[in-house]
């Protein structure tokens, strides 16, 4: 069975590799309609973890994430590219639930973290420079902080109205719409660059 240090190990032997190329190996799909497929890195990393695509909101690792995000030198520093999806809101339990009880908190407290080269929009290259991980408690300050943007949004949510939540909320995570087109109604929490420069770069 795989464990983390399992995965990690497997992850770290592609330091260097190019992502575009393993997909092929993989099968899979990188371009749809001359258009990037958004998750094709991410479905990459998990055949080189070692373990199959899940679509359930539970830790995707076991009892962790495995998360991805682009990189790009600016200044001799790596900087974010992007911020990183969390996972997505249901109105109905971010009424419900408290912080810690959240998938929100479930997805973000453990993480294998990979930091993918990016060169530039719909560039078929993307190496893999870095393979971390990362543990959060719940005393941790920063985290206290990351449930003050949660409840903040949370507190909205119930008084305002789900359709009220906007990517300027939050000073570390964000409730932003996710899906195609600008009437999308489905919202998700976000890291915030800041988030991953605090934590990753």
Known sequence: MLN???????????????LYILAKQFGVTTFVGGKQNKGWKGHVLEHLAGFGLSPSQEPNGGNFELKSVSFYFS?????????????????????KQGFFESHCWNKLRSMVFCKVMWHGKNAARAELLDVSDFDFSEDD????????????????????????????????????TKG??????????????ELLIRIFA
């Not at 983390?4 to 190019?18: A, C, E, P, S, V």
């Not at 009437?183 to 660059?193: E, H, I, L, V």
């Open 4 to 18: 983390r240090k399992n995965i990690i190990n497997n992850l770290r032997q592609y330091i260097g590799q190019d």
């Open 75 to 95: 200044r001799g520093k790596l900087i974010p590219k992007e911020t990183m999806a969390i996972t997505m809101i249901n109105p109905d339990l971010l009424i």
């Open 141 to 176: 300050e920063l985290v206290l902080e990351i449930k003050k943007d949660y409840d903040y949004i949370r507190e909205k949510c119930i008084n305002f109205g789900f359709n009220s939540l906007t990517g300027k909320d939050g000073k570390w995570i964000q409730a932003r």
């Open 180 to 193: 195609t087109g600008h009437g999308s109604t489905s919202r998700a929490f976000y890291a915030r660059k």
